[in-house]
């Protein structure tokens, strides 16, 4: 099992950078590909983008070009750098692990953090 705990969340002026970071507990956290997803006000919980056990990653067509996924297995961490922040970036983020590949869907992840407030503000 993989414990999940978000962090790195606040409010920030648009054109602002955040980088949230997640910090992982359990021995198959190397074994784990890794994902961020987050959800606005009254919308469904959206992915984000995704790291494969050995670094690969993948994004969603918003997110590429100013979000960067990346891990760090020795202190099991896993983070996600938010440049140019724009208010529809506003969401609740939330860290998961999966036990697939390339895991680009809500379905194919196995464990969940609590997740961490973003606000931009205009």
């Known amino acids: 099992q993989v414990q999940l705990v978000e962090s790195g969340g606040g409010l920030v002026q648009a054109g602002g950078s955040l980088r949230l970071s997640c910090a992982a507990s359990?021995?198959?956290?190397?074994?784990?590909?890794m994902g961020w997803f987050r959800q606005g006000p009254g919308k469904e919980r959206e992915f984000v983008a995704g790291i494969s056990r050995t670094s690969n990653t993948f994004y969603a067509d918003y997110a590429k070009g100013r979000f960067t996924i990346s891990r760090d297995n020795a202190k099991e961490m896993v983070y996600l750098q938010m440049e140019n922040l724009k208010p529809v970036d506003t969401a609740v983020y939330y860290c998961a692990a999966s036990r697939h590949a390339f895991p680009d869907d809500r379905r194919q992840y196995d464990y969940w953090g609590q997740g961490t407030q973003v606000t931009v503000s205009s």
């Open positions: 359990g021995r198959s956290f190397t074994s784990a590909a």
